[in-house]
């Protein structure tokens, strides 16, 4: 038996210290269980981690890639396949500078060193990719890096949303904007920027240019005989005559119905006579109008030099020029020059720019009201107003087809429709408190009014003035005007929509390249164009056309309005395809507007 003698310490101290070095063996025991089980979780954390990327990176909706610093792949997803078309191998086998188009390569580069620097933390950029068949598809790209835990960037990572649809719907709009839909040509909007921009180079620099005013001769009746498919037909073979005729530097456009302009830069006035004259003479041709059909086109061509003229004055003279020619007997130029004669030269359209103007001062304008229809309860809708100009010998007075022309030509288009707008908000206030259902008013804008914030603010007054509710007010935009000043009118309606108002597109259809825009533009009704209404008893593509705008404006929740509904049958037939509403002298012709609104209405 051993003693404490035989050891030199205690047993009692011996003891303790093995119960001290067993408790710090289990302690470092259970703390290393305890990091093996972290380690383990953490590992089994960065795996969910990692997997979680691996499928969101896999199976994102938008194209993924993990890119190396010298820019070849490390990893791709099935999105970005599925938008450039490249199998994964084969997009893996090059880089992204390689399908990227040359204009588009050096995009974002500076954003890319700013990057890597630590300045931002990513970046987008639009670019274009060759497509695998060969073709571009637009691409929004969004740049960020990988960085370890010094800061150093590892890989970088690149987000890529398809948007060529946006990009080509945004082209589309863009070309509507400033095109005319029928012939491809320039239209009035464009045409107007470049001419002020041409007569304030020509001021600048002592160059004059000329403007030239071409109007078909007897194009209407050229419509009614062989209709509307004939007509639009002859307007896309003149457009491509014209063509051949002008230099690249000029401006050739489409204004509008049957009448086209030229601007001429830097042209004296004998050029400009040898080009009216080369017109005159192109056009003076027999054209074919259908496959069995031949017409013979001429034209009034007005020509203005713009030697200190303003860009309006300038096309006024222009088109007093052509309206010369037409007088002296069609088929012919005219030369409206200040030096022969001066400015002070009395003629009918200076005359009827006055008659106008002094209309407006002494507040005698007269508005007829006509009704439109309800064809689901066959009860009245609203009214529509039409303005007419009282004639000074106490004729019958002008509709607007005789005068709202000059109204624009001589800018006092935005004064006429004020004046409309102002009185149609005080016949609602009238007749608020009146027997029978509320007054509903619509009012036609031209696309230079939509364009004046004036009038909106005018329209906006006249509201808080009388109090009125703002939903028995209907603002009708043509969709050529809405077209061609998209971004005011969009404003414009925006603006009065949030007060209440409510729009209408008119003539819809007319153009037909506008359904893109629908999406983008805010109104109530679509108004189709009479010329699908006429014959569409008899003519099934009428029909189909007419079917189809229903179903769209159905499906963006707008009701429908038909034109110039003439005969018991049309009206049946649209009640039948779903058309809401329709109006036309089957329904009642335009009348005064206090005997419009005073009289009971009475349905067809």
Request: aromatic content about 8%.
């Amino acid at each position: 038996m051993t003693d404490s003698r035989s050891t030199g310490r205690p047993r009692q101290q011996r003891e303790g210290e093995l119960a001290v070095l067993n408790a710090r063996l289990l302690q470092e025991i259970a703390a290393r269980e305890r990091a093996e089980i972290e380690r383990t979780e953490m590992e089994q954390g960065l795996q969910v981690v990692r997997d979680r990327f691996e499928s969101g990176f896999a199976n994102a909706p938008i194209g993924m890639a993990l890119v190396e610093m010298n820019g070849g792949w490390l990893q791709v997803n099935e999105a970005l396949c599925r938008i450039t078309g490249y199998r994964e191998g084969d997009l893996k086998a090059t880089t992204l500078d390689a399908i990227t188009h040359p204009d588009d390569i050096a995009l974002g580069a500076d954003d890319l060193k700013r990057l890597l620097a630590g300045q931002i933390s990513n970046y987008q950029v639009e670019k274009r990719y060759r497509h695998a068949w060969g073709h571009y598809v637009w691409v929004l790209l969004t740049v960020s890096v990988v960085r370890d835990k010094q800061g150093h960037a590892l890989h970088i990572i690149k987000q890529v949303q398809d948007i060529t649809e946006r990009k080509e719907g945004a082209r589309q709009l863009e070309y509507l904007v400033d095109h005319d839909f029928l012939t491809g040509l320039y239209n009035r909007r464009w045409f107007e920027r470049e001419l002020a921009r041409e007569v304030e180079r020509a001021s600048r620099y002592k160059t004059p240019g000329a403007v030239l005013v071409i109007d078909l001769d007897h194009f209407k009746d050229i419509n009614d005989s062989l209709g509307h498919k004939a007509g639009d037909d002859l307007l896309k073979g003149i457009a491509g005559l014209l063509k051949q005729r002008v230099r690249h530097a000029d401006v050739l456009a489409r204004l509008g119905g049957d009448e086209f302009a030229l601007l001429l830069p830097q042209t004296t006035a004998d050029h400009a006579e040898i080009v009216a004259d080369e017109i005159v003479k192109t056009l003076s041709r027999r054209m074919a109008a259908s496959d069995t059909q031949s017409v013979v086109v001429t034209a009034s061509v007005g020509v203005a030099i713009s030697d200190g003229l303003t860009d309006t004055e300038l096309m006024a003279y222009a088109d007093l020029a052509m309206y010369e020619a037409k007088e002296a007997g069609r088929n012919r130029f005219a030369v409206y020059l200040p030096a022969k004669g001066g400015r002070e030269r009395v003629s009918a359209r200076l005359a009827e720019a006055e008659r106008i103007r002094r209309t407006l001062e002494e507040d005698r304008l007269l508005l007829y009201g006509q009704p439109v229809l309800d064809l689901k309860t066959n009860e009245l809708h609203s009214h529509e107003i039409l303005v007419r100009l009282p004639d000074d010998k106490g004729g019958d007075p002008l509709l607007p087809s005789a005068f709202l022309y000059v109204a624009e030509r001589f800018g006092l288009i935005q004064a006429v429709d004020g004046w409309v707008v102002r009185d149609a908000i005080r016949l609602i206030a009238e007749h608020a408190h009146t027997a029978g259902p509320p007054r509903v008013l619509s009012v036609n804008l031209s696309g230079k009014s939509i364009g004046d914030p004036k009038l909106a603010l005018l329209i906006e007054a006249a509201l808080d003035e009388t109090g009125i509710d703002p939903s028995r007010l209907i603002f009708e935009l043509t969709e050529t005007a809405a077209i061609a000043n998209f971004e005011q009118a969009q404003m414009f309606a925006a603006r009065l929509r949030s007060r209440g108002c409510q729009f209408a597109l008119d003539d819809f259809g007319a153009g037909f390249g506008s359904f893109y825009y629908l999406k983008n533009f805010p109104f109530d009704y679509i108004k189709i164009d009479g010329g699908f209404i006429r014959g569409i008893v008899s003519n099934p593509m009428d029909q189909l056309v007419v079917q189809a705008i229903v179903t769209i404006a159905q499906g963006l929740g707008k009701k429908t309005v038909a034109e110039f509904v003439s005969e018991a049958e049309t009206a049946s037939l649209l009640r039948t395809i779903g058309v809401d509403c329709a109006q036309g002298y089957y329904i009642a012709e335009p009348r005064p507007i206090m005997e419009a609104l005073s009289a009971p209405f009475l349905a067809p």
